[in-house]
Each structure stands twice: as structure tokens, then as C-alpha cells.
């Protein structure tokens, strides 16, 4: 019964596709990038698919199953080595026909133990071994120690025979090699070793003995373990290397030497021709298809960095692995890797010809390469260098910058509808990659000041996002319907009786009492809003479910938000966030300031890699409610102190003032916080504590704010309009508002 190799990835991939990609480090739940060479999967866009076991890329259309998958992980492209890696990690994948069925199986195959390649992990436990480990270890040393033990006797038979027979020692030295070497490595000669050729249309069980000479070629770094190389002129190419032991990379010490260089060649005899010619740091692969074994030994970390001067045979297959070894170390700063172009002389096909035909020009050749190789490395330093400097340093972004000087947005700014902290503090308005917090104490009217902001902002036709993580959106839209109508009837002079509140926008049971004239208010206040405010503005609501950056909970993301919508409009929106603390947690397992250091470097991020505007609004310690504002009154305040472009605090009026005593103390004043809260309307003032790019002052902003009609009124940098007020409050309680305090 035949294999079906496609009804067997099938039944393989749903049965073992997920534990695969937990093994490897891959998600079963979310996007990872897509593994197409030829798709730049900048934003990540394959997932697993549990229904069949397959993954796939929304991007590119890719689907892979499990076979294809390690196929991909370890270049494996023929279906019958892709099924036998597979049975490797999975020992229980059954061959099945085309029906389903399982086929005939080889009764003497054996499955390797799975539970013996298992390492223990002190975080969780199990930690699987990658598949190339697993490959490996077919190549382990099997053996029992009664063999290693003939082998080990063998070996030294072998060598004894060149020590004490000319014509064994005769073998090598036609080969270019004198007895130095020969001795050094213990290379070795048997003139009548029991061989078994392969018959043609017989099974691999049917083979005809007979006896032929050997060189034998040990590993002098493991017992007993070594190659045999059949001198039968006319042998299958199959038969003439019988390895003792595991496969390995001939004289792979040589890569812990102190050498700076290390010339790696195909054959073993090949590199014993570099050794012949003074050069002892070399390593044989002994087959082009050993060139991953070399990649996965350079993992080592203990191995120094060197020049590795690649010699393979000068043939096809010779050229193509040296290409593939060279491209694979390119981005190593490790080892630098030289392919030498024109080193072998016409007719010549590998280094021991070269060897024989010409002694004196391979030692030539192979220290002129050595020069070549620092030279192109030296060349190669200098390249990358300047190439890194050229991609990293600020030369790569001054010509650009330099372009833009004087155009017109080159970075957007955006006015507040404030005039004196549009000039005052931010030097125009909001710049763009600016990231803006403010914090007030509660009750202060923070949220409100922001809100008409954002209103202005909008108003001038420019968008805003408003992450709103308390208040509805028809809350948010009654505060600015209901400060409309308080703009109204001020700008037309008109009664502000008619004006009206959140509740009186949103109570339908008031209507019916209402005057055609309080009507009219309302619907010209909600028209000006879908006219003017509405088409700009974005408001995004959450309850402790909107996080700055994307989560794997499906939450809100910030920064997901921001993209969409300058991916679908076009335009750059002004980001406001209320408030910082109730964001989603990043990580549940860390403290609140951990998170909203996180969220803060976050938003920064946010502004400057979308060149907008980003406000925040933070809550205040306790300890800071009855004090003047200053930068350790911000809750959790690492992050915004030191990643906030602006920090500005609202607070009551007088709240920062100081008194000189008679006896010359500087007392300040505390200013009682209940009193000032019924003021209609409040004397509030902004106070200026960091503007990295902009002027410094500690002259405050103030304001009166309306809280039935949330609407702020900038009064200036002064306010002698209250001066009088004061006074005629000191007067009645004879003494100075508050009571004074030692500073």
C-alpha cells in the first residue's frame, strides 16, 4: 500500500501544527509576521487557523501546513525529507493512503524518543530542542564500546602501518603530504580492508564483499572516530567514504584557536594541503552539503571572532555552497567571510591538485588571499560604517530638514481658541509631536477647559480625537451644546438666563416649560455644533478597556485608533486623552506608576512618530489639594515630568500666592478650596511648570470659568478686575484670604 504524502501533511498539521508553533516560539492566538521571503510584512498578518490546523497570511495568501512550515525553518524543499523531519519531532505521524488509511510501514523503522530530547527549563519546565538539534542527533556516536573500541584500534593500526611501512607512508606523500604531517594528524593505510559494494537492482540488504585499500582520516579530538576513504578506482561515489562515529566537520578545534583567519575547504585532504603549506588553521566540511553544520558550530559562543577565507572545489557545487556560507555571515559582525575569486590556476579542481601541481604557488596563493581577505574586511568595515552613518545619524534626516525649512506645515500647529496660551506658553498653539499634560485638582474643571479646547480646534477645522474614559459622548456634546448657548447669548448680548445647563439640554421633561426664544437657543447652539464642531471631531469612549498601545485582549488601542484614521482621512488629528490613570493597565502585574510611566512614554511616542499634538490630563496627589501646583503634585509623576513636552496646572486663584510677614517670613497662603468652588464665576489660573521647547515664565494665566455652562473665559496675565474684591473681602474678615503658612 503507497503513501499518500498530502492526505499524511493533512492528518499531521491538525494533529501537531499547534504544539509545533509553541515550540518554535510562534503564537496559536494573535498575527506573527508572515514567513514569505518576498512579503514585508511590516504590520504582522499570518495566524493560525485551528479549524484545519494550517497558517495562513492575510496579507500574501501564503497557507502552510506543517510539513511546509519545517520545511521553511530549515531549508528543506523534497516532500520525502520534509515528512522524514517531521517524524522526527513527531513520532507517531502515521503514513496514510489516499483513503485515509495507514499504509505499509518499514517494519525495521525506528522513531527517535521524543521525551529524551526534551530539555528542563527553569521557567516552565520544557523547553523543546529546534529541529537542526534534533537532526543532529542522528549523528550522535551510537556506538557500543566494544566498537569504538575496534575502531580506535583500527586507527591506530593504520597509522602504525604508515610509521613503519614506506609504501603505506607512499600513499599519502603522492598526495603532496610528507611525513610531518602525516605523523601530526595520524593519518593512516590499509592495503586490504573488507569492503561491500552496492548491486545494481539489489536491495540495500544485498551487497558483494570484497577487499580494497584505505586511507583512514581520525578525529583527533573524539576516540575512535575517523573516515575511511575506499581507493578503489571506479567506485559508486556512495561507497568511497565510510564514517566511524558521528558526522562531523573535519579538525573543528581549529576554530577556537587564537588565529585571526581560518581557510575552510570541502575535502579533508583538501584542508591537510593548506596545513602542508604552512598554514594550520584550517576546517574541512568533507561535503558541501556540511555547510549548515559549519553555520550552526559558528553559533558557538565561545569561538573568537575571525576571517573565515572560504576554498571549496572549484566546480559548481563548490561555488554555489561558498556563496550560500558567505551570505548567510554577511550581517555577522563576528566573522567576516572571503570568497576569493580567480584563486584556483586553469584545470585545477581543488586544493590538493593544486597541491601536486604546484606547491610553491598554493603557499603563495593562500598568503596573497590572507592579504586580500584583511584588505576586503578593512574595505567592508569602512563600507558599513559609513552606510550606518549614513542611515543613522542626523546626516540622514538633514537634507530633508533642510528641505522643509519654510514651507508651510511643515510641522502643523494648532491653535487652542486661547490667545494668551497660544502665544504666552506654546509659542503659537499646539506644535505638532508635542505631548501636553495637565492636571487640576478634581472638581477644577480640567476636563471642561480641555473640551474647549478641542471645541476650538474643531471649530477651525482641524480634527480631534477625543479619548473620552469617563464621560458618554452625548454627555460630552450636551457640555458643548450647553456652552454654545452660553457663547450665544453673550456674543448677541441677549438675557444668559436663557442659556442652558448639561441637564437642561438633556432632561426632556424641562422642554415642555421651555420659551420658544430658549427652543430656538438650543436647536441654533445644536446647529452651529453639526456645522462647525461636529465634522472634526472623534470621540472614542472606554471604562478601563482603552489601552495606548495594542494588547492581545482586544482592547482599544490609542495608537491603532490614530493610524486608521490618518490611513482613511488623510489628516493629522489633535489627540486628547481623559485621563491618564484610568487608562488600561499595560501589564496587570505592575504597580500604577509603572503603568503610567508606560502609558506616558507611550503617548510621547505616539505624537512624535505621527507628528501631532498629544494632550493628556492627569489627576493630582491628595497632598497636593490644598498647595500650590508644582511638579511632584502629579500622581505617579516619573513619566510625566520627564517625557511631557508641557506640564501645566489649573488651580484656583491666589493658590500660588506668597505674604511677607512683619517679622520678614515668607508664608503662602492656602486658599479655601469650598469657598472658591462656589464662586460663579471661579477665578482660576493656569500655571506654566515645563515647556522644553518654549519660553519659561511664572507668570500665570487667568481665567473665570463658568461651571453651569463649562465655558472658560481667558482674562490675561494679570487680574486687577478682582483686585478690589479681595480687598473688600479682607476687610470684612479682617485678615488675608486663607490662612498662612510657613514656607
Not at 604508515?162 to 593505510?189: I, Q, S
Not at 530633508?400 to 514651507?407: A, E, H, I, R, V
Not at 515647556?691 to 494665566?701: A, E, L
Request: charged share 30%; aromatic share 8%; hydrophobic share 35%.
Amino acid at each position: 500500500m503507497k503513501m499518500d504524502f498530502h492526505v499524511t501533511a493533512k492528518t499531521a498539521t491538525l494533529n501537531h501544527m499547534a504544539d509545533y508553533l509553541k515550540t518554535t516560539g510562534r503564537p496559536t492566538k494573535g498575527l506573527f509576521t508572515c514567513l514569505a521571503k518576498d512579503h514585508e510584512d511590516s504590520t504582522p498578518s499570518m495566524s493560525y487557523n485551528p479549524e484545519n490546523g494550517t497558517i495562513h497570511c492575510f496579507g500574501c495568501g501564503m497557507t502552510l501546513d506543517l510539513f511546509n512550515l519545517i520545511g521553511i525553518d530549515n531549508d528543506i524543499y523534497d516532500n520525502t525529507e520534509k515528512l522524514k523531519a517531521a517524524k522526527l519531532l513527531y513520532p507517531d505521524i502515521v503514513d496514510l493512503d489516499a483513503n485515509g488509511n495507514p499504509a505499509t510501514k518499514d517494519p525495521k523503522s525506528t522513531a527517535l524518543n521524543w521525551d529524551s530530547m526534551i530539555k528542563k527549563s527553569s521557567k516552565d519546565g520544557r523547553e523543546m530542542l529546534k529541529l537542526e538539534d534534533i537532526l543532529e542527533d542522528k549523528n550522535r556516536d551510537n556506538r557500543t564500546p566494544e566498537q569504538i573500541k575496534d575502531d580506535t584500534e583500527l586507527f591506530r593500526l593504520c597509522a602504525l602501518n604508515c610509521a613503519e611501512n614506506p609504501e603505506a607512508l607512499h600513499e599519502w606523500t603522492t598526495r603532496g603530504l610528507n611525513v610531518g604531517t602525516v605523523e601530526r594528524f595520524k593519518l593512516g593505510y590499509e592495503s586490504n580492508y573488507p569492503h561491500f559494494r552496492r548491486v545494481a537492482g539489489a536491495t540495500e540488504h544485498h551487497k558483494q564483499g570484497y577487499n580494497a585499500p584505505i586511507l583512514t582520516i581520525p578525529y583527533l579530538d573524539l576516540e575512535g572516530a575517523g573516515i575511511l576513504r575506499n581507493q578503489s578506482k571506479g567506485i559508486d561515489k556512495k561507497d568511497r567514504y565510510d564514517t566511524r562515529g558521528p558526522k562531523r566537520l573535519y579538525n573543528k578545534t581549529a576554530l577556537l584557536n587564537s588565529k585571526e583567519y581560518i581557510f575552510i575547504c570541502e575535502g579533508e585532504i583538501d584542508g591537510l594541503s593548506v596545513y602542508e603549506s604552512g598554514y594550520d588553521s584550517f576546517l574541512s566540511l568533507g561535503s558541501t552539503a556540511n555547510a549548515k553544520q559549519l553555520l550552526r558550530e559558528l553559533q558557538n559562543k565561545d569561538i573568537p571572532e575571525k576571517n573565515l577565507i572560504v576554498l571549496l572545489d572549484n566546480d559548481d557545487a563548490g561555488k554555489k555552497a561558498a556563496q550560500e556560507i558567505k551570505e548567510h555571515l554577511t550581517d555577522t559582525a563576528k566573522f567576516f567571510c572571503y570568497v576569493p575569486t580567480g584563486f584556483y590556476p586553469d584545470g585545477v579542481k581543488d586544493i590538493n591538485d593544486y597541491l601536486l601541481l604546484n606547491p610553491d604557488g598554493l603557499r603563495q596563493a593562500l598568503g596573497r588571499i590572507i592579504a586580500e581577505a584583511q584588505d576586503a574586511k578593512e574595505k567592508e568595515i569602512k563600507e558599513r560604517a559609513e552606510q550606518y552613518t549614513k542611515d543613522n545619524s542626523v546626516l540622514s534626516v538633514l537634507d530633508t530638514f533642510k528641505g522643509d525649512l519654510g514651507k508651510p506645515n511643515t510641522t502643523p500647529i494648532y491653535s487652542t481658541g486661547f490667545q494668551y496660551l497660544d502665544h504666552g506658553y506654546l509659542s503659537g498653539g499646539l506644535h505638532g509631536q508635542s505631548l501636553i499634560i495637565i492636571g487640576a485638582l478634581s472638581s477644577a474643571g480640567k476636563t471642561t477647559f480641555i473640551q474647549q479646547i478641542a471645541d476650538n480646534i474643531a471649530e477651525s477645522g482641524k480634527d480631534v480625537i477625543l479619548f473620552s474614559l469617563e464621560m458618554s459622548t452625548s454627555e460630552l456634546i450636551a457640555k458643548s451644546v450647553s456652552r454654545l448657548t452660553y457663547r450665544i447669548v453673550r456674543e448677541k448680548d441677549l438675557d444668559t438666563a436663557n442659556a442652558k445647563t448639561v441637564f437642561g439640554i438633556l432632561d426632556g421633561a424641562k422642554y415642555s416649560n421651555y420659551s420658544t426664544t430658549e427652543i430656538d437657543l438650543i436647536n441654533d447652539a445644536v446647529e452651529y455644533y453639526r456645522q462647525r464642531i461636529a465634522p472634526y471631531m472623534y470621540i472614542v469612549e472606554g471604562m478601563g478597556d482603552v489601552t495606548v498601545i495594542p494588547s492581545e485582549n482586544g482592547q482599544t488601542s490609542i495608537s491603532e485608533k490614530v493610524e486608521e484614521h490618518i490611513k482613511q482621512t488623510g489628516r493629522r488629528p489633535v489627540v486628547i486623552v481623559d485621563y491618564l490613570q484610568i487608562l488600561a493597565p499595560y501589564n496587570a502585574r505592575s504597580t500604577d506608576k509603572q503603568n503610567t510611566d508606560k502609558a506616558v512614554l507611550e503617548l510621547k511616542r505616539i505624537a512624535r512618530d505621527n507628528n501631532i499634538p498629544v494632550i493628556a490630563i492627569s489627576s493630582m496627589n491628595r497632598e497636593s489639594y490644598n498647595a500650590p501646583i508644582t511638579l511632584s503634585s502629579y500622581k505617579e509623576s516619573g513619566a510625566v515630568e520627564y517625557s511631557s513636552d508641557v506640564l501645566l496646572g489649573l488651580q484656583f486663584n491666589g493658590q500660588s500666592d506668597k505674604i511677607i510677614t512683619k517679622t520678614g517670613k515668607i508664608v503662602r497662603k492656602t486658599v479655601d478650596i469650598e469657598a472658591e468652588k462656589a464662586r460663579n464665576p471661579r477665578y482660576m489660573e493656569l500655571v506654566l511648570l515645563k515647556n522644553r521647547n518654549g519660553p519659561i515664565t511664572d507668570m500665570n494665566i487667568y481665567y473665570d470659568f463658568f461651571p453651569m455652562f463649562g465655558y472658560f473665559e481667558e482674562k490675561g496675565i494679570m487680574r486687577p478686575d478682582i483686585k478690589d474684591e479681595r480687598e473688600k473681602e479682607k476687610e470684612d474678615t479682617g485678615e488675608p484670604d486663607g490662612v498662612a503658612i510657613e514656607v
